[in-house]
């Protein structure tokens, strides 16, 4: 469930709407930017522009991070489109499908690549322009002929623009990061996303693992040892292992994410101090620059690289290397996911409430320091503990009743609240999860340990979790 979500519905809502209102008040005060007369050069760019927009609208529907933006920027094109269509000189009518064209190529493109971030630029900087080269036809038109409605064109112009580019806001790349502390899950977690990608996203995957034992992070061990009844051991504190999962969303558009499994003890925010010291002694193990060592240590290659090639020397500086690799693709994510442990809220009242207290301190210095241009969502791990799932369908109402309960529990906390204020001006999701949905909650009879029943998986709302990386 999204956070705030009727609050944000009625703000983008409305946005849609004044955007609307005022592209067709634009028509009315100042069709002559449409129909002219104006010259070519700046007429041209104009047409061009309003066509690239179109099809760029459309494609940033597909994503839930752009989508806003996407209904704005289509509120705003459409009458300017379908005016322009009609009562454009030949010369703008070539141009206005030109920029169709090319909006649509570089729609595919980017919906290929599952690149939202270059997309949401890319629409940015046209309707900048698109703003300038109309604000130009304006001003040219009110130099030769001075009328009051051109100057109130103008002014409806620039609220355009300002409410457009608030809405179509930048994002960054579809990448996401886990961030969890000990025991809160994460391997698990793993297996059960790896599982729902291979069934429904036709995927694969790819490993780098740096470990004194690497088969025991190997996928398919951590797999055959849970048919055995043997949990995921904890990652040792100088064990890495980045899992790349690949596969195609609606069949043909590729998809891909990365998952790093960590010692849960590099959960806690690193300074900027000790991240930089850290650095430095990766980039003299291996002989490079820290700066070149920084902007290739979050990509899956160089994790190869460094493994094939510089293996014993990093070896012996895995200490540095975790921490680095997790507070770097943190930063650079954009999608983080903060793990909750469930146990914790079966003990609510022991030491659970304490336990979740200082984390969700630490969650939410997180979220400052990363800032509001990504999205955020919190997962309740290990729901099974907290209730019976084994009759509720992950995709039901009772699902979403589950959900909000246990929301409404943890708002009691007051560091949870602050999280809860901050949803109102960035995305946050709320979700529960289980990775067996048929283990009986914490307390409900004997023979309920998870450690004695768990041996296969039945993911409770995964597809729910991969819906929101994907």
């Known amino acids: 469930m999204r956070v705030h979500n009727r609050e944000w519905l009625m703000r983008e809502g409305g946005v849609v709407v004044l955007v609307l209102a005022l592209s067709v008040l634009l028509l009315r005060t100042a069709p002559e930017v449409i129909t002219g007369p104006i010259p070519s050069w700046s007429g041209v760019p104009a047409a061009f522009c309003l066509g690239f927009l179109v099809p760029g609208a459309l494609a940033l529907l597909l994503e839930e991070r752009t989508r806003p933006g996407g209904a704005t920027l289509l509120a705003l094109t459409v009458p300017l489109f379908s005016f322009s269509f009609l009562h454009s000189p030949a010369p703008a009518s070539v141009a206005l499908l030109a920029g169709l064209g090319t909006g649509a190529a570089v729609a595919i493109g980017t919906f290929w690549k599952n690149r939202a971030d270059i997309l949401s630029w890319t629409a940015r900087f046209v309707v900048k322009l698109f703003s300038v080269t109309l604000a130009v036809v304006i001003i040219l038109l009110l130099v030769s002929a001075p009328v009051l409605s051109l100057g109130g064109g103008l002014a409806v112009l620039l609220a355009l623009t300002l409410l457009v580019l608030w809405s179509v806001r930048r994002v960054r790349r579809t990448e996401t990061f886990i961030l969890g502390p000990k025991g809160s899950g994460k391997t698990l977690l793993l297996l059960a996303m790896y599982s729902h990608l291979v069934r429904e996203f036709s995927g694969q995957r790819e490993e780098v693992i740096f470990a004194g034992d690497e088969e025991q992070m190997r996928i398919e061990h951590l797999l055959s040892d849970l048919e055995d009844g043997t949990l995921p051991p904890p990652t040792e504190e100088t064990g890495l292992a980045v899992y790349r999962l690949s596969g195609r969303r609606f069949q043909v558009a590729p998809v891909r994410t990365a998952f790093i499994d960590y010692a849960g003890?590099?959960?806690?925010?690193?300074?900027?101090?000790?991240?930089?010291?850290?650095?430095?002694?990766?980039?003299?193990?291996?002989?490079?620059?820290?700066?070149?060592?920084?902007?290739?240590?979050?990509?899956?290659?160089?994790?190869?690289?460094?493994?094939?090639?510089?293996?014993?020397?990093?070896?012996?500086?895995?200490?540095?290397?975790?921490?680095?690799?997790?507070?770097?693709?943190?930063?650079?994510?954009?999608?983080?996911?903060?793990?909750?442990?469930?146990?914790?809220?079966?003990?609510?009242?022991?030491?659970?409430?304490?336990?979740?207290?200082?984390?969700?301190?630490?969650?939410?210095?997180?979220?400052?320091?990363?800032?509001?241009?990504?999205?955020?969502?919190?997962?309740?791990?290990?729901?099974?503990?907290?209730?019976?799932?084994?009759?509720?369908?992950?995709?039901?109402?009772?699902?979403?009743?589950?959900?909000?309960?246990?929301?409404?529990?943890?708002?009691?906390?007051?560091?949870?609240?602050?999280?809860?204020?901050?949803?109102?001006?960035?995305?946050?999701y709320f979700l529960a999860v289980s990775t067996d949905a048929t283990l009986r909650p914490a307390g409900a009879g004997e023979g309920n340990g998870r450690e004695e029943v768990l041996r296969q998986l039945y993911p409770w709302r995964i597809g729910e979790l991969a819906r929101f990386g994907f």
């Open 265 to 428: 003890k590099y959960a806690a925010p690193l300074s900027r101090a000790a991240y930089a010291d850290a650095l430095k002694r990766i980039a003299a193990a291996v002989g490079a620059e820290p700066r070149r060592v920084e902007a290739k240590i979050r990509r899956f290659e160089y994790l190869q690289h460094l493994k094939e090639d510089h293996a014993a020397v990093v070896a012996g500086e895995m200490d540095a290397l975790v921490p680095v690799c997790v507070h770097r693709h943190l930063e650079t994510a954009g999608k983080v996911l903060f793990l909750i442990d469930g146990d914790h809220i079966v003990g609510f009242h022991q030491d659970g409430r304490r336990a979740l207290t200082h984390l969700f301190g630490q969650y939410s210095r997180v979220m400052e320091a990363l800032g509001d241009d990504r999205v955020y969502g919190f997962v309740v791990t290990k729901t099974d503990r907290i209730r019976d799932l084994a009759e509720v369908d992950d995709a039901s109402e009772g699902a979403e009743r589950i959900e909000r309960e246990i929301y409404q529990q943890l708002i009691q906390i007051s560091t949870f609240n602050e999280i809860h204020n901050r949803a109102l001006s960035v995305p946050v």
